[in-house]
């Protein structure tokens, strides 16, 4: 079905509009039962409103949402949260702009626990004044361990609301579990979550570049700033 999309596309692909089309975001929107708002699509103007309306963001592929995230929690003294070992490309972006600009940025990575899987009670008692960012990858990377939801929506709501939390869901189509549930319902409630998504992983599209994230439309008015052909 993949293939068939893109042979039917083939001629429009020379056409910008990834992160405008309408089409895209419905059938997003759909997959996860989300409600979505109702507007003029026919003009950039319209579309761009909508986009400030509608809790879902789409990017090319979810790592620039990623760095985007990471980009709007950046500060001098911030520090950032992740699990070690785990997937680091917000931590990069905060690397790469404390060697290039100087920033005070720290980096705390809270080891796994026995089961490696997060540590969601050491990962909160890291947490503090400076903390601007957390990241979760559930399912995590490289273990594969995945988080009890319950126990994550505990955790999701016992995080500051000045502190941005990715949730990173890359391999949730991997989950194996037939009761496992996934967070997007987190994304669309808290104003502070970022529940990423992409096509890159289960549907082995990594190089079409198709990712998104489900946000408050609060923080898509946040982080599009970062976004310049948003």
Not at 17 to 33: M, W
Not at 104 to 122: F, P, S, T, W
């Amino acid at each position: 079905r993949a293939i068939e999309a893109v042979a039917k596309n083939l001629f429009a692909v020379n056409r910008y509009g990834s992160q405008k089309t309408p089409d895209l975001v419905a059938a997003i929107g759909r997959y996860h039962n989300i409600d979505l708002p109702e507007g003029d699509t026919s003009t950039w103007e319209g579309r761009r409103k909508l986009a400030e309306m509608t809790p879902i963001m789409v990017t090319s592929g979810s790592s620039p949402l990623l760095h985007i995230m990471a980009t709007e929690a950046m500060k001098e003294g911030a520090e950032m949260i992740l699990a070690r070992p785990g997937y680091t490309d917000p931590a990069m972006t905060w690397m790469n702009y404390r060697k290039a600009k100087g920033l005070d940025l720290k980096i705390r990575g809270v080891r796994l626990d026995e089961n490696y899987a997060h540590n969601l009670d050491l990962i909160h008692e890291t947490i503090n004044s400076n903390t601007t960012m957390v990241t979760i990858t559930n399912p995590h990377n490289p273990t594969g361990t995945m988080v009890d939801h319950d126990r994550l929506v505990d955790f999701v709501n016992s995080v500051p609301s000045n502190v941005l939390l990715l949730l990173d869901e890359a391999y949730i189509h991997f989950a194996r579990d037939p009761n496992y549930s996934d967070a997007v319902h987190l994304g669309v409630e808290k104003e502070n979550v970022v529940v990423a998504r992409t096509f890159s992983k289960g549907y082995g599209l990594a190089g079409m570049r198709v990712g998104y994230g489900i946000m408050h439309p609060s923080l898509v008015r946040r982080l599009k700033v970062h976004l310049p052909s948003f």
